[in-house]
C-alpha cells in the first residue's frame, strides 16, 4: 500500500511538471544570465556583435526600479526613467532537436519590443502586457549557439498614468515542440455544473505544420487533487498539412469538488497528442468546478450562494521590486489581502503576470481581469504630481487601431482557464468626461443628472463620446470569440454620459466607478442592466450602499496596496490609498477594512491627537507614546458585538457597542504610560478578541519577526521583516533608524522595502531608513548550496541575524 502511495505521488508530480503557462510543447525557462545595457544599439541584434562589456542580468528583470529618482521625471510613473534598452543571451540548441520546432515564448515586455533569433526579425509587440511567441525554427542552428537579441523602448517614458517598469519584466521560456501540436493557449476547458454533475467542456486546438496529414488521437483525463483520474475522454482526428483545427469534447463528473472562496478545489486536465501510437505533445491545464451567476435584481452568487464581492483594485509593482514581481511575494500579497477579508482583485487596468492567476485560483480569489485604459485617444498623464500642472499626453493610443482586438484576443486566450476569473473588463474610465470623449449632457439641464455643467461642460472639439459604443462592441465581439462562459464589463467613471450612448448596452455587467448616486436611479431606468462599484473609496457609506443594495453585487476600493506612480508633487513615491502599504505591511485603514469584511473575530486600537468632537479616523496608527496627562483619541476598529478600553489593568474606556454608522467605537482619554489595551465582547459578554499598544522607550535593538525562514532553492525569495524595538523588547513605532543589510551564502539582496511614500532615497541598495519602526528585506536563493546568513546592523543598536533555509 505504501509503495502506491509512493507511486501515486511520483504520477502527480510528472503531471504537475508538465504545468506551465505556455500550455504546448516542452517548456523550460531561459532566465538566467542575460546580457543588457540601457542604450540604443542597434548592431546587437547581430550574432558577431561584442556584449562583454553589457551587465549581466536575469530576468524578470525591471531597469527603471533600479534608475535614478529625480523630480524632473514624469510623476506619473513614479519620477523614474524609462529610455531604450537591449538584451542578448546565448543559447545552444542541440542536434538531436533538429526537426522539431523552437518556439520564444515571452510573459510580458515593457514594452514596444522586438525580438531576433541570429539577427533575424521575429516580430515586434508594442503592448508591454502581453504575453505572445515567436517561431524561431527558421533561423535556428541546430548543434550550435544562437543568439537571442531583444530590443525594447520606453522611451516614451511618461506613457501611463501608474508605474509600469521598462524591459523584461516577466519570465521567458524556450518551447521545443513536435511540429504536429498542441496550439499556443490551445487547450480550452470551462466548466458547467448541473446539480451533482460537472460538465468540463474542452476544446483542442491542434497546428500541424509539416508537409504530410497527421491522424491523432487525442486524450483528455481529468485528474483530482490526490492524482486519481476520475474521467476521460479519447477522440481520432485527422489534421491537414499546414492546417490548424479544433476538436471539441465534454467529459463529466459525478459530485465533484466545487472551487469557491473558503475551499478552492482544483483538478488538472492532461491533454496528450497521439501519432502512431507515440505521444507527440501534452498539456496539463489547472481547471475544476464553479458556477457563476449574474441577477440584475440578486446580484452575484458562486455555486448558487448570493454573496457580495469584497473586492480591491490592484496594480502590478511591488515597491522596490517595481514591476518584476517574484512568484512568493506575489503570494504573500495575495494572502495578506485576504486575510483582511478581501475576496476579489480587479486587475487594475491591465492583465498580470500568470502566476498572478494561478495563485487565485490556489487561494480562493476571485478575479476581475482588465485589459485597458485607454483607447483611440490619450488619456492625462500627470507630470507634476497628481492633478498638479500641466498634464502629459503619451500612451498606448496609437497602437490601438492596430493592435486592440488582437491583444485582447489574446488576453482572453491566455488566462481563459483560470477558475478564479469571473470576467473581462475592455476598458477603465475611458469614458471620462472630457478626458477626452464629451457630450452635450455634461452641459447639464432637465434629465442630465447634472444641475449645472459638469466636468467643464460640452467641449464641441472633443471626441464625441458615441464613438464609445462602437468600440465597446468590436471588443465585446473580440472577447466573445474566444470565451462565451462569462461576461464582459467595463469600469465607467462618466455613468451619466454613457448611459447617453451605446456602451453600458454592449456588455454584460456594468461597473460603476465611484458613483453610488446612480445605484438606484439607473436600477429603476435599467431594470436588466446588472451593477457593481468597480471603484470605490475607503469611506464606510460606499460599503453600507452595497450592503443595502440587493442587486449590487460588490465594491473594489481603490485600492488594495500602496503603488508606484500616480505620486503627488515631489517627494512621492506613488500613491498610497492602499490598504497594504508598499512593504506588504497592513496599514490601519486595512485592519478598518478588516473589521467590516473579515468573518474571524478582530480588534484594532490605533491613537491620534484631535480637537474635533466628531473627527474619527480610519487611518489611526497604534501609537501609544504621548506627554503625559495629554487627552488622546482612541478609535477601535472591531467586528466584535461591543469593545471596552483599559489601560494597564484598569478600565478607562467604558464598555460601547459597534456603531453601524460609522464602523468605528472610539475614547478621549489622557496619556499614561504603559500598555493601552482594547478588549472586543461577544453580545453575551465574552472576550472575543483583543488588542494591545505598548509605550515604548528609546531603541535599543533590532528583532527579525519570523526566523524559521525556508525558500526553494532556485530564485526562492524571503521576506524578512526586521523590527526596531526598545530595551524591553517593546516596537519603537516612532523610530528612523538607518539599517544596514549584507547577504551572505547562495542568495542576494533584491531590495530593502519600508513603506515609506516621501523617502525618495535608492531602496535597491543595501541601505534603508526604516517606517514606523521596521523594514522589509527581500533575499532570493540562487541556487547554490552555500548557508544563507542575512545580517542587519543599525549604529547605536544591537544588530539582528538569520539564518534562510533552502528546500
Known amino acids: 500500500m505504501a509503495t502506491k502511495k ?35 544599439s542597434p548592431e546587437a541584434k ?30 506619473c510613473t513614479g519620477y523614474l526613467p524609462g529610455g531604450i534598452g537591449w538584451y542578448r543571451k546565448i543559447i545552444n540548441i542541440p542536434q538531436n532537436k533538429s526537426g522539431e520546432k523552437v518556439y520564444l515564448y515571452f510573459e510580458g515586455i515593457y514594452n514596444r519590443s522586438e525580438v531576433f533569433m541570429n539577427g533575424h526579425s521575429l516580430g515586434k509587440r508594442p503592448n508591454g502586457y502581453i504575453s505572445f511567441a515567436y517561431d524561431a525554427t527558421p533561423y535556428i542552428k541546430y548543434g550550435e549557439d544562437n543568439t537571442i537579441a531583444v530590443r525594447v523602448d520606453h522611451s516614451l517614458s511618461a506613457d501611463s498614468r501608474w508605474y509600469s517598469g521598462s ?89 465533484p469538488k466545487l472551487w469557491d472562496l473558503e475551499n478552492p478545489n482544483l483538478y488538472h486536465l492532461k491533454t496528450t497528442i497521439f501519432k502512431d501510437r507515440k505521444p507527440i505533445d501534452k498539456a496539463v491545464t489547472q481547471t475544476g468546478f464553479r458556477n457563476f451567476t449574474f441577477d440584475p435584481n440578486k446580484g452575484f452568487a458562486l455555486n448558487g450562494n448570493w454573496m457580495k464581492m469584497k473586492g480591491v483594485c490592484l496594480h502590478h509593482d511591488a515597491g ?87 491583444d485582447l484576443e489574446d488576453i482572453v486566450r491566455r488566462d481563459r482557464n483560470h477558475l478564479s476569473i469571473f470576467a473581462w473588463s475592455i476598458g477603465n474610465e475611458v469614458d471620462y468626461p472630457n478626458d477626452p470623449y464629451s457630450h452635450p449632457i455634461l452641459n447639464g439641464g432637465k434629465d442630465s443628472g447634472f444641475s449645472q455643467p459638469a466636468y467643464g461642460g460640452y467641449k464641441n472639439d472633443a471626441p464625441d463620446a458615441i464613438r464609445l459604443g462602437g468600440i465597446a462592441k468590436r471588443l465585446v465581439t473580440a472577447v466573445k470569440k474566444h470565451d462565451k462562459s462569462r461576461p464582459t464589463t467595463a469600469g465607467l467613471a462618466g455613468v451619466a454620459m454613457s448611459n447617453e450612448t451605446e456602451y453600458p448596452g454592449a456588455l454584460d455587467i456594468v461597473g460603476y466607478n465611484y458613483t453610488e448616486n446612480k445605484y438606484q436611479s439607473d436600477h429603476k431606468k435599467y431594470p436588466n442592466r446588472v451593477i457593481y462599484g468597480s471603484e470605490n473609496g475607503h469611506n464606510i457609506d460606499p460599503w453600507i450602499t452595497v450592503k443595502n443594495n440587493e442587486h449590487i453585487f460588490g465594491q473594489f476600493l481603490w485600492t488594495g496596496i500602496d503603488y ?40 484594532y486600537a490605533g491613537t491620534y491627537v484631535t480637537n474635533k468632537d466628531k473627527e474619527l479616523s480610519k487611518d489611526a496608527w497604534p501609537l501609544w507614546n504621548y506627554n503625559e496627562g495629554q487627552m488622546v483619541r482612541v478609535v477601535c476598529y472591531t467586528n466584535a458585538a461591543k469593545a471596552r478600553l483599559e489601560l494597564n489593568g484598569t478600565i478607562v474606556g467604558e464598555e460601547k457597542k459597534y456603531d453601524e454608522k460609522t464602523g468605528i467605537v472610539y475614547w478621549d482619554v489622557p496619556f499614561k504610560s504603559g500598555k493601552l489595551e482594547v478588549i472586543g465582547l461577544s453580545n453575551d459578554d465574552k472576550i472575543v478578541s483583543r488588542y494591545s499598544i505598548l509605550s515604548s522607550h528609546q531603541p535599543y535593538a533590532l ?40 547577504v551572505s551564502g547562495s542568495a542576494v539582496l533584491l531590495g530593502l ?14 541601505i534603508q531608513r526604516v517606517f514606523h519602526g521596521h523594514l522589509v528585506a527581500y533575499v532570493q536563493a540562487t541556487g547554490e548550496n552555500e548557508p544563507i546568513t542575512v545580517k542587519f546592523k543599525s549604529n547605536w543598536l544591537k544588530p539582528a541575524e538569520v539564518s534562510v533555509k533552502v528546500k
Not at 504537475?16 to 532566465?31: E, H
Not at 558577431?48 to 521625471?73: A, C, E, R
Not at 522595502?753 to 543595501?766: F, I, L, P, R, V
Request: charged share 20%.
Open 703 to 742: 528583532v527579525i519577526n519570523d526566523e524559521n525562514l525556508t525558500i526553494e532553492k532556485q530564485k526562492g525569495v524571503a521576506r524578512i521583516v526586521v523590527q526596531v524595538v526598545d530595551e524591553k523588547g517593546f516596537p519603537v513605532m516612532l523610530s528612523d533608524n538607518e539599517i544596514t543589510c549584507t
Open 46 to 75: 547581430n550574432t558577431s556583435y561584442n556584449d562583454s562589456k553589457w551587465q549581466t542580468v536575469d530576468v524578470p528583470h525591471d531597469w527603471s526600479i533600479k534608475g535614478q529618482l529625480s523630480p524632473t521625471l514624469a510623476s
Open 167 to 255: 524591459g523584461i519584466y516577466r519570465n521567458v521560456w524556450l518551447v521545443y515542440a513536435n511540429p504536429v501540436h498542441i496550439a499556443q493557449w490551445g487547450v480550452y476547458a470551462y466548466p458547467e455544473v448541473n446539480k451533482s454533475t460537472g460538465i468540463l467542456n474542452i476544446e483542442v486546438a491542434l497546428d500541424n505544420s509539416s508537409s504530410s496529414k497527421a491522424n491523432l488521437t487525442v486524450i483528455n483525463e481529468l485528474l483530482a487533487s490526490n492524482g486519481k483520474i476520475v474521467a476521460k475522454s479519447s477522440q481520432n482526428v485527422l489534421v491537414d498539412a499546414h492546417k490548424e483545427i479544433k476538436i471539441a469534447t465534454k467529459i463529466n463528473v459525478k459530485n
Open 320 to 406: 522596490v521590486l517595481g514591476s518584476a514581481v517574484p512568484k512568493d511575494v506575489l503570494k504573500t500579497r495575495l494572502e495578506t489581502l485576504k486575510e483582511i477579508g478581501v475576496n476579489a482583485i480587479r486587475t487594475s487596468h491591465n492583465p498580470q503576470a500568470p502566476d498572478f492567476y494561478a495563485l487565485c485560483d490556489e487561494l480562493g480569489l476571485l478575479v476581475l481581469n482588465e485589459a485597458y485604459d485607454e483607447w483611440e485617444f490619450p488619456k492625462r498623464k500627470w507630470l507634476a504630481g497628481w492633478n498638479k500642472g500641466v498634464p502629459g499626453f503619451e500612451g498606448s493610443y496609437d497602437i490601438f487601431a492596430d493592435w486592440a482586438e488582437k
Open 6 to 40: 509512493f507511486l501515486l505521488s511520483i504520477l502527480i508530480l510528472t503531471y504537475l511538471s508538465a504545468f506551465s503557462q505556455v500550455s504546448f510543447g516542452d517548456a523550460k525557462k531561459i532566465n538566467d544570465k542575460w546580457t543588457f545595457i540601457l542604450q540604443d
Open 753 to 766: 522595502e519600508a513603506g515609506n511614500n516621501s523617502d525618495m532615497t535608492d531602496y535597491t541598495d543595501s
Open 564 to 603: 508606484l506612480g500616480e505620486s503627488g508633487s515631489w517627494p512621492s513615491r506613488g500613491f498610497y490609498s492602499g490598504l497594504v502599504d508598499l512593504a506588504g505591511v497592513i496599514k490601519p485603514r486595512g485592519y478598518f477594512r478588516q473589521s467590516l469584511w473579515s468573518a474571524n473575530p478582530m480588534i
